[in-house]
């Protein structure tokens, strides 16, 4: 995935800590958000550390890295290319383990579960959108959004029918009989979102989802991810290298030397 972002601005940035929470309002056209007095947060990560080991010896990408993510709130990373922002979103989705520390999403502690109940909890409280769409490409736009709902053992025609619904929600109506090939590059990614969302996740991670966009129709995608974040009360966290589309969000944070810090 290409994580590539804007440089780093020092100045009026603090750490994020986990007992804080934001609502930023709608200053330079960002979201307003409701939170409850006492409410749990849906994402709690707490001394997160994240290591590999390398020929030249271990890289640490995080170390005590802690901070909340409340229900509701549309909070996107931004950060350097190699700043662990991707790696981050998959630690959130249990799709990597840390290798330290406790990341609580959605009442789960996803760093302890085995790799059969990880894949559960992804396809029943997640939802995906990656720079690259990643559809099959011998199989329709209905029948990839479908995909999720079958893994689930939903039955083809119900699939098929939940799927028209989420093709008509992204404007792709009549669009569902065509293969991804048939396909502009916009429409593969609405295609995408609407299987990332076709089983009803209580989160959206987003990596970069306009990133292969010109800017005319990633202003149509995000517009989109916004409209969908609100009317199906999603929790969503977005990276990408846009500041413009950022600044839309509840709130930015920048990961950097392996610590997040709001913008």
């Known amino acids: 995935m290409t994580q590539s972002s804007p440089a780093a601005a020092d100045q009026g940035t603090r750490t994020v800590r986990d007992s804080e929470v934001w609502a930023e309002g709608d200053s330079q056209g960002s979201q307003t958000v409701n939170l409850q007095a006492g409410q749990a947060p849906i994402i709690q ?3 997160l550390e994240k290591t590999y080991s390398t020929a030249r010896g271990p890289l640490t990408l995080f170390q005590g890295l802690s901070f909340e993510v409340q229900a509701g709130e549309m909070v996107a990373i931004v950060g350097q290319s190699g700043a662990g922002k991707t790696t981050l979103l998959h630690i959130l989705g249990a799709l990597d383990a840390p290798t330290a520390g406790a990341v609580c999403c959605v009442s789960t502690n996803v760093a302890q579960l085995s790799p059969h109940d990880a894949a559960a909890f992804r396809n029943r409280e997640i939802g995906y959108v990656w720079q690259f769409h990643y559809l099959l490409p011998e199989f329709t736009a209905m029948e990839n959004v479908a995909m ?3 893994a689930r053992g939903v ?7 939940v799927a028209a619904n989420w093709l008509k929600e992204v404007g792709l109506e009549d669009r569902g009989e065509h293969r991804p090939g048939e396909l502009s590059g916009g429409e ?3 295609v995408a979102l609407a299987r990332a969302l076709v089983n009803k996740p ?3 991670l987003a990596d970069e989802p306009t990133g292969d966009l010109d800017q005319i129709t990633a202003n149509h995608v995000f517009e989109m991810v916004e409209r969908l974040h609100q009317s199906h009360h999603l ?8 500041l413009d589309l950022a600044a839309r969000c509840t709130r930015v944070l920048r990961l950097e030397s392996g610590r997040l810090a709001a913008l």
């Open 45 to 47: 990560v707490q001394n």
């Open 148 to 150: 999720p709902l079958m």
């Open 155 to 161: 039955r083809k025609p119900e699939a098929l029918r």
């Open 188 to 190: 593969q990614q609405r």
């Open 202 to 204: 209580r989160l959206l």
């Open 235 to 242: 929790t969503s966290i977005l990276v990408t290298h846009n």
